[in-house]
């Protein structure tokens, strides 16, 4: 029955995006086969108005946003793939927005009521209509007993049953998708719909959302580049979140960038180090920071909300954004090459100097222009898109670093439209490239790794698991592990003293 469900709901989403020229838009008719002409022909019979204006990104937005929450965030990471897609029409879907109709204050109050087991009177001295209102959320404004002003966000009444319906229809989608149109196997339909899905679930729990509130304010705090509000533990439930209220304005406000005392460039500055220290040096960062999620006060403090998409990286693709952004800035094609194929994004099949040749193509084309014209983003979509002749294939992890990389490069550029992205990307780039793949940093992890492996071997030696060959006495391994280790530690200082 659910099957049955999620086909008809697929019927329906395919009527909303042929009746928007959505489906297969009519740009595409020069480079589509005759089969497939004639098969567009015939969908577009049932068009309507809204067909008749924008472009097919544009106009697949605007039907995105009419679906629902599932197909809003589908929209924003397709947004990402501008090596499928085409520059333009990513961006297009770069501005989906997620806003609709608030619900009423007194169904708002009864939520907050049932996620924290008592009367709002009793948790807050006032609670005012809505200022926000998404497709998952809405926000309010209310007072804590102790005189603080917080946000409270509460989940919308039947999103959970919502976004589980309009997920069976996603996947079935996905696997038509994979099946009948291999051309698009190379996005990977049905990981990359679990990973859209993944994340829109996680927001549907608000306690998670605190918790990530809370951790990424504390790495926020180390670097200073943006701040969190606090979170207020006591008005936080499953389906409610209280944070202190934020500084300043959001930047969708008009008035935002009219503050006195403002600095734009500075600000700028802060918003591209913050999210590049956040997602290198700590491996965890806000994956939302559009221009709805960030305040902005005098005369340069920026502080993120919203919370519910948290991005995260390994200690591998921590080092592989690293050195791409580096090598780039060195304009040294055969490192970043280097760096796909040990990551394995590249397979071995192929040639790294022919992969760097074509990096250089990428690269050499937007270097020696202005820095205010080249796109840190639109150089990663065109990354992308040579990948695409070397058959790399999609990496979900790095779906949402570039989603947010090409959000907050589009935000920098209206904080300061002359704005160097590349030069305020530097000095946190270069600081960890200095740190971690210093020969100092080699030798470190060296020492880590032997005394990791010393310690593995005294191990499986005393639980008798293994035979030491150095002698019968059960002191050997002991002897042997302090021996090696004080060996490597004494090259290590060595070689300390020598570089450092």
């Given at each position: 029955m659910g099957q049955i469900a999620a086909f008809f709901?697929?019927?329906?989403?395919?009527w909303a995006l042929a009746r928007a020229d959505a489906l297969i838009p009519r740009e595409l008719d020069p480079i589509l086969?005759?089969?497939?002409k004639a098969l567009a022909r015939f969908i577009r019979l049932f068009s309507g108005m809204e067909a008749k204006?924008?472009?097919?990104?544009?106009?697949?937005a605007r039907s995105l946003e009419k679906l629902g929450p599932v197909a809003i965030k589908l929209g924003q990471f397709l947004s990402t793939r501008a090596d499928m897609f085409g520059t333009q029409f990513a961006e297009d879907l770069g501005r989906l927005k997620d806003r609709l109709d608030p619900f009423p204050l007194e169904i708002a109050r009864a939520e907050v009521e049932r996620a924290l087991g008592r009367p709002v009177s009793e948790a807050f001295t006032s609670f005012g209509p809505p200022i926000a209102a998404a497709s998952?959320?809405?926000?309010?404004?209310?007072?804590?007993?102790?005189?603080?002003?917080?946000?409270?966000k509460v989940l919308r009444p039947g999103i959970e049953r919502r976004v589980a319906d309009e997920s069976a229809a996603l996947r079935l989608a996905a696997r038509l998708a994979e099946r009948f149109a291999p051309a698009s196997r190379r996005l990977e339909p049905v990981l990359f719909v679990e990973t859209v899905i993944r994340s829109l679930v996680l927001e549907l729990d608000l306690r998670l959302e605190a918790a990530a509130a809370a951790e990424l304010g504390e790495v926020m705090n180390r670097d200073g580049y943006m701040r969190a509000p606090a979170v207020v533990w006591d008005g936080v439930g499953k389906r409610a979140l209280t944070?202190?209220?934020?500084?300043?304005?959001?930047?969708?406000?008009?008035?935002?960038l009219d503050q006195p005392g403002l600095d734009r460039s500075l600000l700028a500055d802060n918003l591209i180090r913050a999210f590049l220290?956040?997602?290198?040096?700590?491996?965890v960062f806000h994956a939302d920071l559009h221009e709805g999620n960030l305040f902005v006060a005098a005369p340069s403090i920026l502080t993120a909300v919203d919370f519910g998409i948290v991005g995260r990286l390994g200690p591998a693709e921590r080092k592989y954004l690293a050195e791409i952004l580096y090598g780039f800035l060195q304009?040294?094609?055969?490192?970043?090459?280097?760096?796909h194929f040990d990551a394995g994004y590249v397979p071995l099949t192929h040639d790294v100097n022919a992969f760097a040749q074509a990096l250089r193509a990428v690269g050499e084309a937007v270097f020696g222009r202005p820095a205010n014209e080249v796109s840190m983003g639109r150089l990663l979509a065109q990354l992308f898109e040579i990948t695409a002749l070397f058959d790399m294939r999609l990496r979900p992890e790095l779906v949402l670093l570039q989603k947010t990389m090409v959000t907050v490069e589009g935000v920098a550029r209206r904080l300061d439209?002359?704005?160097?992205?590349?030069?305020?990307?530097?000095?946190?780039?270069?600081?960890?490239?200095?740190?971690?793949?210093?020969?100092?940093?080699?030798?470190?992890?060296?020492?880590?790794?032997?005394?990791?492996a010393m310690r593995s071997l005294r191990r499986l030696a005393e639980g008798g698991q293994t035979t030491v060959v150095v002698a019968p006495d059960r002191g050997a391994p002991a002897l042997v592990w302090f021996a090696v280790g004080a060996a490597t530690a004494g090259v290590a200082f060595l070689v300390a003293l020598w570089f450092g």
């Open positions: 709901r697929l019927l329906a989403a395919g086969p005759p089969s497939l204006y924008g472009r097919p990104g544009q106009r697949l998952i959320a809405q926000a309010h404004p209310a007072t804590l007993p102790d005189g603080r002003k917080v946000a409270v944070l202190e209220w934020a500084t300043g304005l959001a930047l969708s406000e008009a008035a935002a220290s956040q997602a290198l040096d700590h491996g304009r040294d094609y055969v490192r970043v090459a280097q760096v439209p002359s704005h160097d992205l590349w030069a305020a990307a530097d000095p946190v780039v270069r600081r960890w490239i200095t740190r971690e793949l210093s020969p100092v940093a080699k030798v470190r992890d060296f020492v880590d790794d032997a005394v990791a």
